[in-house]
């Protein structure tokens, strides 16, 4: 038997809470709070970070109940005027800002994908290494997914183009616009976060 992905557990799983009148209920019965103790996935206030230099992205979502909710998102939106120790700086101070207002407890970041260019490479890993700091500081538990992963468990496959993880991402919390694509890939990262945290 074919094992099924946790996207594919997880809307299983969403699709039996429903009521009869076809809405979520705000409360789960306690019949079913033995099932919902199996879920592998993470039961926590997520910040999830796209991690770059000029453009990282960061989204907070509360997974501790059903449906998880969008707490909030934000770009780090940095020109090409300031100097790269400058971009770390405020990379580090918008995650701590973001963590501390929606009282994170876990964050997810992506991994660090191969790239030809070296300073492309060494611009990620100074971004992530600014978030990661803060994170450390904070005792926030870190956990990191390859993007491939990140897709798959968001929009099934790990191909799919940012624009559809944003569509996902958008159906997911019921936002009435899809997210600026930063944002969307990090919500995507707590999301996977949220999904498949086996720790």
């Known amino acids: 038997m074919a094992r099924k992905s946790a996207r594919a557990l997880w809307t299983a799983h969403l699709a039996s809470a429903k009521s009869s009148n076809g809405r979520t209920p705000a409360t789960t019965p306690k019949k079913k ?3 919902l103790s199996q879920f592998r996935g993470s039961r926590a206030v997520i910040i999830g970070i796209d991690p770059s230099l000029r453009g990282t992205g ?3 979502i509360d997974a501790r109940r059903e449906p998880p909710q969008l707490l909030g998102s934000l770009t780090v939106k940095i020109g090409p005027s300031p100097k790269a120790f400058v ?3 405020m990379i580090a ?3 701590e800002k973001m963590a501390k207002q929606h009282g994170a407890t876990e964050a997810a970041i992506e991994e ?3 790239v030809q260019n070296f300073r492309t490479a060494q611009a990620m890993g100074a971004s992530r290494g600014a978030a990661l700091s803060v994170l450390a500081r904070l005792g926030l538990s870190v956990h990191e997914y390859a993007p491939k992963r990140i897709k798959m468990s968001v929009a099934g496959h790990g191909s799919a183009a940012k624009e559809q993880v944003g569509q996902m991402v958008k159906s997911v919390f019921c936002l009435k616009q899809v997210l600026p694509l930063d944002e969307s890939d990090a919500a995507a990262v707590a999301l996977c ?3 498949t945290k086996r720790d």
């Open 58 to 60: 960061l989204a907070v």
């Open 193 to 195: 976060h949220h999904y």
């Open 33 to 35: 709070l033995a099932s």
């Open 93 to 95: 101070e918008a995650v």
């Open 87 to 89: 971009c770390l700086g």
């Open 112 to 114: 660090t994908i191969y």
